[in-house]
DNA sequence: GCTTTCGGTTTGTTATTTGAACCGATGGTT
DNA sequence: AACCATCGGTTCAAATAACAAACCGAAAGC
């Protein structure tokens, strides 16, 4: 690996529940040796992707990602145009609503609505990255991925969450078949025990399928008549962020989800 | 320089007015070799921070970048926190509203907000980069700089870009020497010719000047009771923003913008 | 006051980065 | 159709920057 994917590596760190992180901390993290470590810090630090908070010493992200940010979502609006489908996607199902994208063979939610229905709701603020085998964004991402990255994915070790993950590669590539014939996921458990979850993929310009889009509800609230539901705004929602991204669905999908709309 | 700058400076070639650049062109403008821009080029994409567009095999800036925002957004609000009050600046002032920030000795514009008050107006949707010697932005932020900054950037070629740019360093401490006492900075033509603005430091938390916000009008329509309403707005927002920053000003600023408020 | 750990620095060794030349493909010009 | 320039991408010896271990002084815990 290359210096600067260990130094990009690096901001991968800071996480919601760890914004700040010292030296010695980060090292061992990484695993990188701390003079190694430093120098990617200050020179991150000199381009403004980290700064050092005052007095404890310890770093955070920096400005400069915010610029950036600015000029992709300025070129390809992807979080401000999905944002809003997202909150009514959450309102009308009464669940939580995510959305993830693919970013280097890692699956990340980028941004989530909560519905103000139910005093409980599934929460996802902490989450960094979301698991291929045990989400129902992951298996959505997964079948339509080339062959190449499921094998890679299928390859890795596949922790077993729950008590209902699926952790068999043939069956999660069955799974993955069924995802590709209904053109949504559905993961029960899989992640968390009591959560209950529907995804579809969504595409981009390329129609390569470049993220998910989730519905995450409580196991106990799924009933049939809410499952329909939820398939049926989720479906509707997919196909709407999709076409703001400029995004083309594969002819298969939009006919799959046009006949279940 | 090391890898890494390299690397991310890339980053700083992507512009709101230049957002697809194919290898060659980036290697000329970064002045690097094209096998050496190529090899970054990959790694940043590997790590999502750039990507391929299909066709042309241009690159643009990649979705990570966004991750990483909403991230640092979570944990220091910066843009987010100031946009509504820039807004307001823009509304009260009819005239364009726009905040800086200092990243890496780079005074950058970061957001802005138009007024619909006239139908002409000063727009900066292209500015990459605003030059300390010539904006109020730039002379606010240098007048609260370390010595040792100023010293830097004074010794600098400083461009004359209108008839009416400062550019001798002598004259320019004077200058910055009265926006300290003043507690806010103005430009008459320096920049543009026919675009008069007026500026004010914003703090952090450490009371670190770390950018400016600043009314741009065109030269015209700058009578000295607009000046007048201009510099009460201007003060105003400037300690709304530091204050939601979580920012400190610095004891003679906030005696300074209290009596002129 | 002892020990550990912190952020940061120094050093010789080592491995990565570098740049000129080179590809095949593409697209305009004559 | 022959030519030429330029594109994105590749190769490989030479140069350079990254590396790990040991070391610092300062702060924190005991």
């Known amino acids: 690996m290359g210096t600067i994917s260990k130094a990009l590596e690096l901001l991968n760190y800071f996480t919601k529940a760890r914004p700040l992180i010292g030296l010695s901390d980060l090292a061992r ?23 050092q908070i005052g007095t404890s010493r310890e770093y955070r992200l920096g400005p400069s990602v915010l610029r950036l940010a600015a000029l992709r979502e300025a070129q390809v609006p992807t979080r401000e145009a999905a944002m809003p489908v997202l909150q009514v996607l959450a309102q009308q199902t009464g669940e939580t609503a995510h959305l993830s994208l693919l970013i280097a063979d890692i699956l990340r939610p980028l941004a989530h609505a909560y519905s103000a229905a139910h005093a409980t709701k599934v929460m996802l ?24 990255f499921r094998n890679r994915i299928l390859a890795q070790p596949l922790p077993r969450l729950t008590t209902s993950t699926e952790t068999v590669p043939a069956a999660l590539r069955a799974c993955i078949n069924e995802v590709r014939a209904l053109g949504y996921a559905e993961s ?74």
């Open 188 to 261: 029960r458990g899989g992640y968390e025990s009591d959560v209950h979850s529907m995804a579809v993929p969504l595409f981009d310009a390329l129609g390569r399928c470049s993220g998910a889009l989730a519905v995450a509800a409580l196991g106990s609230r799924m009933g049939e008549a809410q499952r329909r539901k939820i398939r049926h705004a989720l479906l509707q929602a997919g196909t709407e962020i999709t076409t703001l991204w400029g995004g083309t669905l594969p002819a298969d999908i939009a006919t799959l989800w046009r006949l279940a709309a």
């Open 29 to 51: 993290l990484a695993e990188l040796n701390k003079a190694t470590c430093f120098r990617l810090l200050t020179e991150l630090a000199d381009n403004g992707f980290v700064e």
């Open 125 to 148: 603020e902490d989450t960094e990255a979301l698991p291929f085998h045990a989400t129902s964004s992951g298996l959505a991402v997964l079948a339509f991925q080339p062959e190449a």
